[in-house]
Structures are given as C-alpha cells and as structure tokens.
DNA sequence: TATGAATGAGCTTTCATTCAT
DNA sequence: TATGAATGAAAGCTCATTCAT
C-alpha cells in the first residue's frame, strides 16, 4: 500500500523543523513571552508530548529560534559581503548594511527581531548576548580588517562594532513599528552614517 | 482603642507611588518577566485588592514604571545640557552623552535597562517604543536646532536621533554586562563617534 | 441582604478542615497514591488554586492527614489508658491494645491504615516514621514505666515496644483486609500475646 | 552484513529476567513510585515497546518483581530450616528469625524491603498482601507444626504467624531506617522475644 | 479606601501505552 | 520478536483578577 495520507511517523530531523516552523509561527503572533507550547503543538498538528520528543523545554525551542534566526540572516549576509573585492571596503560595508537591513525587514524576517531584540524570557540575557554576539563579531572583524587596511579609523573596532550593530537595530526597529515604506532610501541614509563613523580622520 | 501606627488609608497618590517603589524593587530583584502582582503589594505591605484601586492591570505598573524611570532620567539630562551655553553644540551632546551615560550605569538605574530593553510583557511592545521615544525626541530637537544652526551635518534628524540613541543604548547594555570598568573613557569614546556623526562635511 | 446561601468566604481554620476531610474521604476511595488535587477541591467543592491557599502542596496535605489520624487515635488511647490505676500494668497494655484495636478497627479509620502503613509518597519516608514514632513512643514509655516496675521484663523497651506496635499493626492490616467478625475476640487474642512477651521470666 | 554482536532476538524467559534485573536496579535506585517504564527499558537495552512483549502493565512488573523477591528469600530460609531436626523446634525457629533477618538486611536485599512494604503503587494492596501471604504462610506452617508436636503454646497458628512476621519485619523497617549496626544481637534478641510468644505455659 | 479569600483558566511537563513498520 | 515515534490524558502548581465585606 503506497503511503496515503501523510505517515505519522515522520524522520527525526523533519519534525524537527515542522515543529520549529510552527514555534515561529506561533511567536509572530503572540511573541516569545506570549506563546505556549500548547500553540505550538497544535500549530504542528502534533500531540502535546510529541513536543518534548525535539525540544527539551520550552525555552529550548525559542533558542533554537534565535539560532536559527541570526545564523540565516549572518550567514546570506556573509555571502553578499563576499561577492565584493577583498580591498572595497565601503562596499563590503555597504553590503553588509543593506542586505541586512533587506533581510530584517523582509516581511518574513521583520516580526522576528522581538525575539532577538525583547527577549523577555527570565533566563534567557545570556542568549540572547550570544546570538547578538554572532552579528556583532562578523561586524567588528570587518572593521577591524578595514581598520588594520587604514580605509577606516576605529581604534577599538568591538566598540565601534556595537555601536554601529545597535544603531543599525534600533533604527530597524523603530522602522518595523512606524513601517517604514522605503527600504532603500533608509539603507542608503544608513549607510552613509555608518561611513562618516568610519571615516579617516 | 486609639489607633496606634500609620492609619491604614492614604491619599491616593501617596499610595501610588509607595506601590511603584515596591514595583521597582521588585522588577530590580526578579525581572520584569518574573515578578507578580503579589510580590509588590507584600512589599508594598497593603493588600492584593488594594493594587488594582490604584492600577488597572499587572501590565500598567510597569508601564508606569518605564515611563517614570525614563521621565527621571530624562529630566536630570535636561537641566546638564541646559548648563552648556546656548550655542555650544559640541557642548551640549557631550553633556547628554556624559550624563545619559553614567546615570544608566549608575547603581540605582543599572538592573533597571533591562525594564526599558527587554520588555518581556506580551502586550508590552508599544509602551516600550513609547517610552524609547521620549528620549529619541529628546535627543532629535537637540540634534535638529543644532543642524539649523549650521553646527552639524544632519539631513533627517528623527533618523540619526535613532541611529545614536540606539547606537549608545545598545553599548549600554554591551557594558552592563561585561561588566564595563571605565565608564569615563568609555563616555569619551562614545562622544567622538556621535561627533563623527554629526560632524558637517 | 441575610446570609442566603452559604457565604463563599469562611474563616481560614474551617475552610483547612473542610479540605482536610475531603482529601480523607478521597484518600479512603483511592489511596495515598492514587488521588489527586482535583480530586480534592471538586470534593470539597472549591476552586483548585483554593486549595494552596491552605496547603504548601499534595505532600503537606497528605502529612497533615497522617498527623491528625495519629493524633486523634493516640489521644483517645491515652485517655482510655489512664482510666486504669497507675499500678495497673496489665490493665493499662490492656486498654492500650483494647482501644486502639477497636479505634483502628471502626469503619471510620480501618481504610485509613494504609496512609499510615503504605506510604507509598516518594519523599514520604520520614515522616512516616515520624508518625509510626509517635505510636512507638507512647507504648515504649507504657513498657519501660512496667518494667522499672518490675511488673514486666524488658530489657530493651525501645526494641519491645517496636516489636509489639508492628505485631499488632500486621494483624490489624490482616484482619482489616480478611475482614474480620469479631473484634473482641482478636482483641484478647492478642492482649494474651503481649503479656507473653511481657511476663517476667 | 555479519551479525556482528549480540542477536537482537532472545528466547522470551531470557528477556524477562533482563527486564526484571533491570526493573530491580532501578526501583532500588528511585523507588516502587518513582520508577518509569523508560528507564527500566533503558536499562534492559530494549525499546519502549519491547517492555510490552513481556509485561503486560507497569504494575505487573512489580508484582513480578515482590513475588520474585519473597521467594528467593523464603527458599533460602526453608533450606537453612531444613538443616535442622525435625524435631529441633526451637531451633527452627531460630533459623527462620536469624537468617530471615540476615537476608532481608543484606546490602543486596536491604534497599528491597521497599517494594514489600510500602507499596505505594495505588493498586498495589491486594498483591502486597499476597507476597506478605507467602512469608506468613510458611511461617505458620512452622507454628502449626510445632503446636501440635506440643513444643510450643499456639490456640490461633496463623494469628501468631501474623503477629510475629509483622513483628520481625517492623523491627526489620527500624532497623533498615536507624542504621542498625549489630545484626547478631538484633537477631538473638527477637529470637528471645519469638520464643517468649510460643512458650508453653 | 482597603481587604484577602476565592477563583479558574492556564501553564509546563511526565509517562503508560499503542501501533505501523 | 523488536522497534521507537506518537499519543493525550492527567498531573501539580501559579497568578492576574474579582468581589463581598
């Protein structure tokens, strides 16, 4: 008998994502400190149980989340950065800013940021620290690389490095709340701030 | 019997402001994800009923308290960059910068970011953005009177309130955590970026 | 408006009695082990987060339970007990078996045994000793008081009156399950059976 | 592929008593109550649904387990009375009481006592019963015995068997609880306060 | 203005058992 | 004989909120 219907029994790593995909439904809707697992496993056409088969808790799944969030966005980001001439340090900057920005907010990507950004649940500061630390180290080695080059100034590249990551998010932010209707006239605005940051004295 | 002790009932705005003191110590020991409505009326020694004669919901306290502690911090801003002369530009970013910067850090107000930049609270989303705004205003009418005084280089200065207000929160909570030793260097540097920012071309 | 209906608010100390004879009577239905909060409130007619307004959790319930059984038998014990002329010896082991038989036996405490005798509650251990203790230590004082005496012979009270206590419990935990006819008749049986134990050499 | 290792499939008794090795171990660490299947078919190295191939529920392993354990003691002590003659009364009952109680406080069997004596599984009371049944059975047999060969005083055989197997286990749970230290002189004790009960008057 | 007992929906998590393979 | 993913009922417990006094 060929298989009708879907099996109930599906690979490990399938349910996995199923379920993590349910989970990000879920927390764009009611956000990470609103969501239960109970959304989550119904979402997943799932049994409660079913649930702690993948995840060990509920704060496990919304790590996952987070992982999985920067890790799509850095690593595209990466890609784009990389297409550019090792010594263009401007347009590597440049891609950096813009496909990031496109990315966050992309409408898939733009509800998301509440769970980097708020992260809300009790135990979850150092997280959230380490996903924040992934984009903000890609950052700061760019500009230390562009720094060490002598196109840019930054005598302490990390903190120039959060500053210019949480300026970058916050404006993200405030753009997803009052939505922002042109992406591309604020990324150049951004961008352009970011170089006079950088500039050569 | 003659009544000894504190009469049980106050006016209304004094016991108000008992509860948000009690609110706050509260959030400060437990986050404002882990505190409930009966850990602040036992601080507040006044019974659980009594909480809600004087707010409407577990969510409005600390929305009170965001506003309040935003408000505070705001206002003593204020009066140091109002010391600076009028038109000393440089001057008066440095006092907002300087000030902003150490009263965040200070003691009293340090475990008190994570109220402002964590929300947490489901519904919590725009009060938050609120009480960012107050100080994104802020620091825009500064950087807008300064740009029509020619002193700064600034072609939308709602953006770039944004970009620095969050660029400076974001090394805020950066060195809440790793435990910032320097707070005046750290001031130093920060006041040179923003410089850099708004340096006319 | 006259009181109609019964008040929904009761002082603290009935509403703990209240629960605590529901949770007896779902106890005696299904065992230590086999009951449940919900059992508890639906039968006290409350509301479940009620019923941790009067108890830390299961456990405590289940302890407070134990303790007043003990406590109820035992007191009624003692009462009987020194009815008897204090040189009484054998009337007094007399009394002591006689009555907390009959007590143990009566329909309203047979079921009860197994809170006392299977604990079966994980943590549950200590303070069943606890409770056996109490038991344990009423009838070791009877012995030793006998034996100082010289009415009996014990060398080690402690031991004898552990040995006793346990003989007369598996016989009643026997004859509650065998359904036992005739309650006097076991009564003397076992009397006879103690002062064997007890006879001077 | 050669089948490398163990087969997969076993004869079924084999299987059986690997899960019932593997049940003991784990009731012996966490107890009658607060074991799950999971862990016993982790320890048994088979698949959760292996378990129902040879068990038809949870309590039946236990009960598999009590009876298992009643009968290895019982037919270590009916072989060690047995060495006796048969007209060695005393001695009989000698070697009931010391190498019942050297069994039941070995390091092997010590922690065991549990699974006897405090059931705790909710329908645990009639099996519980039927295990005591078997000790005091034989145990009776023996009284019953001595009686009529006119060594011992014994009106009710199986009353006595009752009050003295409850008896000895009693000081057998003490003893297992306060650290008993002299098993010898435990043994030699209770077999003066055994002989006391059954002595012809 | 003040009380605090009472509520009850909701939470996360566990686990004995089943069944398609 | 063996598997282990899936189930789903049930558990203990929390807590924002209400309301009769």
Redesign the pocket.
């Known amino acids: 008998m060929p298989?009708n219907a879907s099996?109930?029994?599906?690979p490990?790593d399938v349910?996995r994502r199923e379920i993590l995909a349910a989970a990000e439904a879920v927390v764009r809707e009611k956000g990470v400190g609103g969501f239960?697992?109970?959304?989550v496993t119904q979402r997943a056409a799932?049994?409660?149980?079913?649930?702690?088969?993948h995840f060990e808790?509920?704060?496990a799944v919304v790590a996952a989340l987070r992982e999985r969030f920067v890790e799509d966005i850095l690593s595209e980001v990466a890609t784009r950065v990389d297409t550019c001439a090792p010594d263009d340090w401007d347009g590597q900057l440049d891609a950096w800013v813009r496909h990031g920005l496109a990315l966050c907010l992309s409408p898939r990507n733009l509800a998301l940021n509440e769970i980097l950004f708020h992260g809300g649940g009790a135990p979850g500061l150092r997280e959230d620290l380490t996903s924040h630390g992934r984009g903000v180290a890609h950052l700061r080695d760019l500009i230390a690389r562009g720094a060490t080059a002598g196109a840019w100034s930054a005598s302490d590249p990390k903190l120039v490095a959060v500053f210019l990551y949480s300026a970058l998010h916050g404006v993200l932010d405030h753009a997803a709340v009052s939505g922002e209707d042109d992406p591309e006239r604020l990324a150049s605005a951004l961008i352009r701030l970011c170089r006079r940051v950088l500039k050569r004295d």
């Open positions: 298989s099996p109930r029994t599906k490990a349910r239960s697992v109970s959304d799932i049994a409660k149980g079913s649930f702690y088969l808790s509920k704060d």
